[in-house]
């Protein structure tokens, strides 16, 4: 099993531009989370899903995020526009329903310039 | 609002075992005990999650008081590998991460 898949791997992109992170979860898992890491403020659940509906998006920042899963194999975050302060990485992760176990990708580094 | 209390930082002379203390005093009935640890620069790795008993696998043991207010995470012969951020949750399906404890292991 490839585990959970993250593209890009590394972002550098200019304040203003629209950023899409990447996400593929393990084949066979129903829920899926977007997390976002910053020094300042540790590792934050941005979003979760299960069965490709969200479930709960407090955690998303501000309107300038936007998450969707179309299908039950990938997933999107979108940040339009792009703020220095977005810079982060951000992890997704996925997990079985009766299953507790979160499996994490190995992120998106983004830098805002 | 975190849940758990963790000591900042902790240090494990290597091949010792890790003794890693959480509080949550505030779970629930429902909620389970989780602990995950952070590898630098890599995403988060689960290694082991309990409700009321004592747990163990491969990696680690868990040891939850019997009020369920505590417990402690425990890693029996810790390697240079070891070293780490571990997060204590406590939850259900959606997991809040505190700022974990920053584990070293010294030779």
């Known amino acids: 099993d490839a585990g959970v898949i993250q593209s890009p791997r590394h972002e550098v992109t200019e304040m203003g531009q629209e950023v899409t992170l990447r996400c593929k979860p393990i084949s066979g898992h129903n829920s899926l989370f977007w997390y976002r890491q910053t020094m300042m403020r540790g590792l934050e659940l941005l979003i979760y899903f299960n069965n490709n509906v969200p479930i709960d998006d407090s955690g998303m920042p501000e309107d300038r995020f936007s998450a969707k899963m179309p299908n039950a194999s990938f997933s999107t975050l979108k940040i339009q526009p792009s703020e220095p302060r977005d810079s982060a990485v951000y992890f997704c992760a996925s997990k079985q329903d009766r299953r507790n176990e979160q499996f994490f990708g190995p992120g998106t580094r983004l830098t805002v310039l | 609002d975190a849940k758990t209390t963790q000591p900042t930082s902790m240090d494990c002379a290597e091949g010792r075992a890790a003794n890693l203390p959480c509080n949550h005093s505030?779970?629930?009935?429902?909620?389970?005990v989780y602990w995950y640890r952070q590898i630098h620069s890599q995403g988060p790795q689960y290694i082991i999650h309990?409700?009321?008993n004592n747990e163990t696998n491969e990696m680690a043991s868990l040891i939850i008081t019997e009020d369920r207010k505590s417990s402690t995470l425990i890693l029996p012969h810790a390697t240079l590998r070891d070293t780490a951020v571990y997060y204590c949750?406590?939850?259900?399906?959606?997991?809040?991460f505190g700022p974990g404890t920053s584990l070293s292991v010294i030779p």
């Open positions: 309990g409700l009321k």
């Open positions: 949750i406590v939850g259900y399906d959606k997991v809040i």
């Open positions: 505030t779970i629930s009935g429902n909620e389970y």
